[in-house]
């Protein structure tokens, strides 16, 4: 896979150079047969110095996927309706922004989902543009309406921390590597069928490395594989999708696509959706991907977790709002989580119990731009019922997380500043009780990456976080955020949880105040298809937690990407 990466990297160059070859070939030939008005046929004075003028491609401008539409976008994007920037497929009012209000993940020219994608438009040569956009629509009849588009996505990937895990994770400091490749085909069968692949493989090595596991090392897998049926029904665009695929119709504070590991969280099972003029629906039913045997194709269906739910989309009518135009979106969701053994473990007084635990989440998401203003506001109520393995003993579940992000968006002669405030609370129980309620929330699918903060020590469970932010964009194709978080216990009876699990110190942690982690990324867009983000952090532990046996570390990261 990488030496198919460094043959497009070399034809690429090729290419690039091939045009300049050619321009410098023309302009000297220009030079010499074209004759200079300003002289007199004949004469011998100077010639005078040519002026010539070469137009450059610009660079693209940026482009992140955000926890919420629109928040967290370097440049505000159009709010238009049926956008025509980007490669999505007509979802109306729902294409605002970074089109995550569709449904199918964020999408600028490429998406987070890559069936997200619409390449129909090229259909038209006339609208080839791009090296690659050969390979985004191949017709494979006359008439072009049975054709396939291919995708790719090469991650490098690395890290360097000194004293992981808040200091429990041993050795002290660590270097870890990681590549990664997903390379995809959909092929669209007249407008109402279409089928969908996606091959993934990775490797991870380092030194000083932890945590290696399936969703690291993978050997050749199928990451993704549906049929999708689309049709029109009661005035709305309807579909079907059954098999594996990416689910990311939830608030990304809530769940996502599993992006810090090498291979990205998938479903297997079904899912169903309605868009209307101002009002979609989607419903879905899945059992998560198995994919702890590192064999070749050897994925299978994880029984033991579940997902489950539906939610409702509504656009309110536009407004203004301090003179400028705003428009918002309305999200109100169901979403259940059935886990068993460790996935589902609840704190208890001698250490995890694992158990069934059924979790029903109902919640409310409020998000879009008022003027100058940018928004996202939502709640969780966590409702359910956990079962002890060892007697089966019932205890119910009564939890809730509150998040929001609110800022300002300077206008485009101030770098395209976006200051802000992310506030986010995750309700805690007391881990000293065996019976009663749990008040813990849950949170077994991770929020996006970089959403808590650039380490991803904290998650989303007995926390409460209160972040400042600022980000600026010096260049269209350069983003620089700097963000402050700080994080506090939601209760002092329960611990300091991580991705998998909770933290255990050598002494007894008794503070709220767990830290604050100061921390800045940079995100580069060389070009169309070559991108570069780094990350580093500091964070730094609170005085209880040090006397616990914490400590503070430093974390980097860096991301090199290819895709198309």
Known sequence: MMSALQSATDLGYRYMRGGALCVSMLAAHAAQAAPDPAVPAGSNAPAQPERMVVHMTQRPPILTFPHANPVGQPIRIGGQENRRSGHQYDWGVFNRGNGEAAGFGPVGRYGVSPWAEDWSNLRDPKKHDDLFDALKYIPLTRSGNVWIS????????????????????????????????????????????????????????????????????????????????????????????????????????????????????????????????????????????????????????????????????????????????????????????????????????????????????????????????????????????????????????????????????????????????????????????????????????????NYLDTTTYMTGSNLISFAPLVRITPFKSVSIQFKYPLFWRDSVNDPVYKSSGYYKFAGNFRGRFVGMAPQVSVAWQINTHLSWTQYVSRFMTSRALNEAGGSSGTYYQSNFVFRF
């Open 150 to 449: 291919f995708s790719g996505e090469t991650r490098l990937r690395n890290w360097f921390e000194t004293r992981p895990g808040l200091g429990t994770q041993k050795p002290n400091d660590s270097g870890r590597f990681g590549v990664r490749n997903l390379y995809g085909a959909d092929l669209h069968i007249g407008e109402h069928l279409r089928f969908f692949g996606q091959l993934v493989n990775a490797d991870a090595g380092g030194w000083g490395g932890y945590g290696y596991g399936s969703t690291y090392r993978k050997r050749l897998d199928a990451q993704q594989a549906f049929v999708e049926v689309r049709w029109n029904m009661l005035g709305a665009k309807t579909g079907f999708m059954f098999g594996r695929q990416q689910f990311l119709d939830a608030p990304s504070y809530m769940l996502y696509a599993r992006e810090t590991p090498n291979v990205p969280l998938s479903w297997d099972g079904f899912r169903a959706y309605m868009v209307w003029q101002r009002i979609r629906i989607d419903a879905w039913d899945f059992v998560q991907t198995d994919d702890s045997d590192r064999r070749m194709f050897h994925d299978v269906e994880n029984y033991a977790s579940r997902l489950y739910g539906f939610n409702a989309t509504w656009a309110p009518p536009d407004f203004t709002f301090m003179g400028q135009k705003g428009y918002s979106f309305v999200d109100a969701f169901y979403i259940g989580y059935k886990l068993n053994g460790s996935a589902g473990a609840v704190v208890g007084p001698k250490g995890a119990v694992n158990g069934s635990d059924t979790r029903n989440n109902f919640g409310m998401r409020w998000h879009g731009i008022a003027g100058p203003i940018e928004f996202s506001v939502g709640g969780i109520w966590q409702g359910g019922v956990f079962r002890n393995a060892s007697n089966n003993a019932p205890r119910e579940v009564s939890a809730y997380a509150i998040n929001s992000t609110v800022g300002y968006r300077l206008p485009e002669q101030s770098l395209h500043t976006f200051a802000g405030i992310q506030t986010d609370v995750y309700s805690g129980g007391n881990a000293s009780k065996s019976q009663g309620t749990v008040g813990t929330y849950l949170s077994p699918f991770n929020p996006q990456t």
